[in-house]
Nanobody
Framework: QEQLVESGGGLVQAGGSLRLSCAAS????????MGWYRQAPGKQRDLVAT???????NYADSVKGRFTISRDNAKNTVYLQMNSLKPEDTAVYYC??????????WGQGTQVTVSS
């Protein structure tokens, strides 16, 4: 079964840190860009960060300097280190994997809640 398996969400106080992981399982197609998106209640899903297979990262302005995206190509895994978390970072975080050909893959989402 082709899927993205996310882990690492949870509840943290403002100023704290969390690390999200997303592993591609059963996917045979070569994956180019991987990334993280988030969706807060009543809002659209927004880009958080992406990283190419070569390691080029792109961040939303709201997380620059606080979040770091990285990946392990051998494991088809992408990580999101989130530091200095704010209540406005509260959302469901989704992992995305873009194959060189064909439709994107999406994870099931992991909840991140930051209390003030």
């Amino acid at each position: 079964q082709e899927q993205l398996v996310e882990s690492g969400g949870g509840l943290v106080q403002a100023g704290g840190s969390l690390r999200l992981s997303c592993a591609a399982s059963g996917i045979s197609r070569a994956i180019d860009t991987m990334g993280w998106y988030r969706q807060a209640p009543g809002k659209q899903r927004d880009l958080v960060a992406t990283i190419t297979r070569g390691g080029t990262a792109n961040y939303a302005d709201s997380v620059k300097g606080r979040f770091t995206i990285s990946r392990d190509n051998a494991k088809n895994t992408v990580y999101l280190q989130m530091n200095s978390l704010k209540p406005e970072d509260t959302a469901v975080y989704y992992c995305e994997a873009r194959p060189l050909f064909g439709a994107d893959y999406w994870g099931q989402g992991t909840q991140v809640t930051v209390s003030s």
